[in-house]
Antibody, heavy 117, light 107 residues
Framework: EVQLVESGGGLVQPGGSLRLSCATSGFTFSNYGLGWVRQAPGKGLEWVSTFSTRTYYADSVKGRFTISRDSSKNTLSLQLNNLRAEDTAVYYC?????????????WGQGTLVTVSS | DIQMTQSPSSLSASIGDRVTITCRAGQSIDNYLNWYQQKPGKAPKLLISDASNLQGGVPSRFSGSASGTDFFTLTISSLQAEDFAIYYCQQSYTIPTFGQGTKLEIK
């Protein structure tokens, strides 16, 4: 069974940092692209970042967020720096249906990041 | 980035109704269009990929189609109680972008 489990969310002050993790299981980690999608409270879905054959970032987070993956632990991470109020959202980890095509076929349950003083 | 525009933003319908949600891309995206369903407090669920490819386990009352390479439709042939949710389209032609969502409510 494919599983993605996010962790690391919480309350952080503006300008602060947080590291999100996504533990995966049930599939061959290296065979799939993985990404982060966020959803601000009461809003729609916004793609944030992807790690497939290379890394990609939304313009809104470029230079502040860094995506990485650890194949030895089957884990995807997202380092969030210089956080802003508008980064407040539930962050979902999602798997690509293959290596490169951004069809998100499995999702985690999400982890809430709240940026507030 | 490719803008995705869904219509309508919200929709009220009754059990048994046939419902159509549309999604227009800001440019040609071939058939790289996916549909997701999201229920309150839950992660999105992939329903249809590549415009019309129904995912395993998704009821056959859901279908997707394309008109050209920039206009797409999600159809629910006979609404069931469990279908009331928010639906999103998403293009996978380039860097992924989502539509703003369509909230399907009970009339």
């Amino acid at each position: 069974e494919v599983q993605l489990v996010e962790s690391g969310g919480g309350l952080v002050q503006p300008g602060g940092s947080l590291r999100l993790s996504c533990a995966t299981s049930g599939f061959t980690f290296s065979n799939y692209g993985l990404g982060w999608v966020r959803q601000a409270p009461g809003k729609g879905l916004e793609w944030v970042s992807t790690f497939s054959t290379r890394t990609y970032y939304a313009d809104s987070v470029k230079g502040r967020f860094t995506i990485s993956r650890d194949s030895s632990k089957n884990t995807l991470s997202l380092q969030l720096n210089n956080l802003r109020a508008e980064d407040t959202a539930v962050y979902y980890c999602a798997r690509y249906q293959n290596t490169v095509t951004s069809i998100f076929d499995y999702w985690g349950q999400g982890t809430l990041v709240t940026v507030s003083s | 980035d490719i803008q995705m525009t869904q219509s309508p933003s919200s929709l009220s319908a009754s059990i048994g109704d046939r419902v159509t949600i549309t999604c227009r891309a800001g440019q040609s995206i071939d058939n790289y269009l996916n549909w997701y369903q999201q229920k309150p407090g839950k992660a999105p669920k992939l329903l249809i990929s590549d415009a019309s490819n129904l995912q395993g386990g998704v009821p056959s009352r859901f279908s997707g189609s394309a008109s050209g390479t920039d206009f797409f439709t999600l159809t629910i042939s006979s609404l069931q109680a469990e279908d009331f949710a928010i639906y999103y389209c998403q293009q996978s032609y380039t860097i992924p972008t989502f539509g703003q969502g369509t909230k399907l409510e009970i009339k």
